[in-house]
């Protein structure tokens, strides 16, 4: 259960040994899935789902059949006659009810079904971590337990010798413990010998000097002595006086001779004596050192043992290897724990990639016949459109990979190149044809206003004319005769009303102007002037239908210009992503840097034209 656990950890994470809490919380999440999936029930939900399942294919095939029957009946309704159409309608309506009664039917059985599904999967959890927890765990205890073991043996067997290692190297250390104590015991006693030895010669070399030293001091006393003793003689022979000169001579030559012999033993004596005294001062610097080595030997430490420090230090030598290997085994231990998840959940990744990888090669099985049909559409499609045998060796199969694609794509760019150029050349021309007659058509609906506007005030003057002729004159000759008296006498433009009345043109210089009478009456004259306003409103009628249609026709033309704009635009991206590395991709940069740079702006018409990518 701990190594399943573990599978909910990262990959990144680095292993720590798993506590109390992370296996209760394991078996926490555990207990749940397995509580919850158990309240699911997946093999009667598996039965029920497969009971809707027979209903859903039910309902599809009665829906199937019934939505022909519903094209059957709509095709057999549409062929009728008016009259028959009412007569089936309500049978039609009929059956659409059906079938939507049908598909309501299904969409709320389809709807419970999944909605009772939903309620008992949604408090399920994702059964993949588990599972992929067990299988780790699994793995682990299948295929790292063997090893494991192993390796715990080898290192308890190595743990054992380095015990045993150690026992022995104790039993060695208490050995030389021993030893040192019998040396230490030998060496006090040989210390003590020495001291021994050591006394009895200068307490002999003390007696010896002592001895020495008195005798001299004898024969000092007794030189001394005689000394004075000659002293006295001679000065007892100086008070007696002299007795013969020889024989003085020869006694003063012999005291004479006796005392530098007893000068020169008394200067040898001295120089022994001082001597004597150097060596018994060196003598007690000599037993006071060896005195002080023998009392500082029996106090020297343990650790000033060579043998021991050496023992010691392989002691703590190997203590610190047993720890390190015990470390290294642990560190190993995780390394390798880790190290066997990473490698189990790649390996499953692989097998899933392979999977995977399988299934798209064989959905990617008609890749060859894709490829052809690949070529067979470039080469047509890269092809200059007039020779009919490059497309016939396209589709035989005959199209080269190499050089002929290359030169179909560099003809082909040149072709739209230009085209290009000739339908900028177009749209320009169309653009100013089109600025034209939009001006035109500006100043043929001012003219239509203005004719409209004279023919309203015409029709006022004329209804205003006949009413006062009727009341103030007997006859229309008398107003036409009277008005074109009173004609000349106004300055000024003439207005059309009274050209028209007149039955002059208001162009006529003042010679010109006769009056008209006789009987001839107004009406003809006002019937003539309707007819030719009537004549020339259906004519400017006439010119602006045609203006209309050729601003739709060059709006057709616009669109048309902007949808191959559009299709050269794109099959020049598609030849400079093809090949960017040649004179391909030099060429169609120039038109990627500005590929449309046309834009038609219809104004004043309502429908704006513009060219949009």
């Known amino acids: 259960m701990a190594g399943a656990t573990e599978g909910f950890a990262p990959a990144s994470a680095p292993a720590a040994p798993v506590g109390p809490d992370t296996k209760f919380e394991g078996e926490n999440k555990f207990q749940l899935a397995i509580l919850a999936w158990r309240n699911v029930d997946l093999t009667s939900l598996t039965a029920s789902l497969d009971n809707t399942a027979s209903e859903i294919v039910a309902y599809q095939r009665d829906s199937t059949v019934q939505r022909k029957e519903l094209a059957q009946k709509t095709k057999d309704f549409r062929k009728l006659d008016d009259a028959s159409k009412l007569t089936e309608i309500k049978g039609l309506l009929k059956a659409y009810q059906t079938f939507i009664d049908l598909l309501t039917t299904h969409s709320k059985s389809v709807n419970s079904t999944f909605l009772q599904t939903y309620t008992k999967i949604s408090d399920a959890p994702d059964p993949y971590p588990l599972l992929e927890a067990a299988v780790d765990s699994m793995l682990v205890s299948e295929e790292t337990l063997p090893r494991l073991t192993e390796e715990n043996e080898r290192l308890q067997g190595h743990v054992s010798n380095l015990t045993s290692q150690l026992e022995e190297t104790e039993t060695n250390l208490q050995s030389e413990r021993a030893v040192r104590k019998e040396l230490e015991d030998t060496l006090d006693a040989r210390a003590k010998e020495v001291e021994s030895s050591w006394t009895a010669v200068l307490e002999e070399r003390k007696d010896n000097w002592e001895a020495k030293e008195k005798s001299l001091e004898e024969k000092l006393e007794n030189q001394e002595r005689l000394l004075s003793e000659l002293r006295a003689n001679y000065e007892v022979s100086q008070r007696l006086g002299k007795h013969g000169d020889d024989s003085d001579v020869q ?30 001062e060196q003598m007690r610097l000599e037993l006071a050192q060896a005195k002080s080595s023998l009392s500082s030997q029996p106090q020297k430490s343990l650790e000033d043992d060579p043998g021991y420090m050496r023992v010691r230090t392989e002691n703590s030598s190997l203590i610190r290897k047993l720890e390190t290997a015990r470390i290294e085994r642990e560190n190993t231990k995780r390394n390798l724990d880790l190290r066997i998840r990473s490698m189990e959940r790649e390996v499953a990744l692989l097998k899933e990639e ?53 030169k179909l794509l560099l003809s082909r760019n040149k072709k739209l190149g230009d085209e290009l150029t000739i339908l900028r050349v177009s749209h320009q021309d169309l653009q100013t044809r089109l600025e034209n007659l939009q001006e035109e058509l500006l100043r043929t609906n001012a003219e239509l206003e203005k004719s409209q506007n004279l023919n309203e005030k015409l029709e006022s003057d004329l209804e205003t004319m006949q009413a006062e002729g009727v009341n103030a004159f007997p006859s229309g000759a008398s107003v036409a005769g009277t008005y074109v008296t009173r004609a000349p006498t106004r300055r000024g433009r003439v207005s059309p009303t009274s050209s028209i009345i007149s039955g002059m043109d208001p162009r006529m210089t003042q010679g010109e102007r006769e009056p008209m009478g006789g009987g001839s009456g107004i009406l003809p004259m006002v019937t003539a002037q309707r007819d030719r306003f009537k004549k020339k409103n259906a004519q400017l009628e006439q010119e602006l239908s045609n203006t209309h249609r050729t601003v739709q026709q060059l709006r057709q033309e616009i669109a048309a210009l902007q949808k191959d704009n559009l299709n050269l635009y794109e099959k020049t991206r598609y030849v400079s992503t093809y090949n960017r590395g040649g004179a391909t991709a030099s060429s169609s940069s120039a038109f990627t840097s500005n590929p449309n740079p046309s834009t038609v702006a219809i104004g004043g018409t309502g429908n704006p034209g513009h060219t949009g990518e």
């Open 354 to 406: 392979k999977e995977s990888l399988k299934i798209k090669v064989q959905k990617w099985s008609d890749y060859d016949d894709l490829k052809q049909e690949l070529e067979v559409l470039k080469s047509i499609e890269f092809s200059t459109g007039d020779d009919d045998e490059v497309r016939e060796k396209a589709a035989g199969g005959g199209t080269k990979k190499g050089d002929t694609l290359e």
């Open 251 to 280: 006694r003063d030559n012999a005291s004479s001779a006796e005392l530098e012999m007893l000068h020169s033993e008394l200067d040898r004596a001295s120089s022994r004596l001082a001597e004597v005294e150097a060596r018994n």
